[in-house]
Structure formats: C-alpha cells, structure tokens
C-alpha cells in the first residue's frame, strides 16, 4: 500500500499524541472521556487512519499540557518515517503511473 504525503503527516501527528499520553501516563479511554469524544476516534487519530480536527488538537493539546505545534511531528521525524516507509511513499510520478495502468486497464475491459 502507498502512504501519500497526507497520510505520513496523520501519523506522525498521532504518534506524537500517543507518546504524549504515554508520557502522562493516561490511557486511551481516560484521555477520550477528558476530551469528550470516543475511543475509536482517539484510537484511529493515534493510528493516522484519521486526521483529527483542529478543535480535537486543541482539546488534545489542552489535556495533554503542551502546545497543539508540539503534537506536529518535525520534519526530521517525517523523514525517518519516510525512510521507514521506503518505496511505499506516494510520489506524484507514481501516483501518475498507478493511474495510468488503471485506466489502460479499464481500456482493456471494455474492448473485451
């Protein structure tokens, strides 16, 4: 699976939450309560399978005891996990190619 850009932000932002609840030594359903929203949202941000809102990073932020520009990750974070992610990361040039092959492919299916 290729990780875009956006997604690659998503996840650094929610490993930053989750090292920062660890650090307060909260757990998922504590923090969720403080910040009134549920579980599996907390638990989809902290994956990056969801982009949390600005007023969640706030509330986030708030209970958490730092600045919501603390739970961004740097750009020396983003590029260790560019380089954990190796050639899973989405280039435009491949998403150009992905695109490509696809429409060839549906191409293909109607002349069959």
Do not use: F
């Amino acid at each position: 699976m290729d990780i875009s850009p956006t997604m690659m932000l998503h996840r650094g932002i929610g490993r930053k939450i989750r090292e920062r609840r660890k650090e307060r030594n909260l757990r998922q359903a504590e923090l969720a309560v403080a910040i009134h929203c549920s579980r599996a949202t907390l638990v989809n941000v902290e994956s990056g399978r969801q982009q949390p809102t600005l007023d969640l990073l706030y509330k986030l932020s708030s209970q958490l005891h730092c600045s919501y520009i603390d739970l961004l990750p740097t750009e020396e974070e983003i590029e260790k996990m560019k380089t954990e992610a190796g050639s899973a990361i989405m280039t435009p040039e491949k998403e150009k190619s992905i695109i490509s092959d696809l429409k060839a492919k549906a191409k293909e299916r109607e002349v069959n």
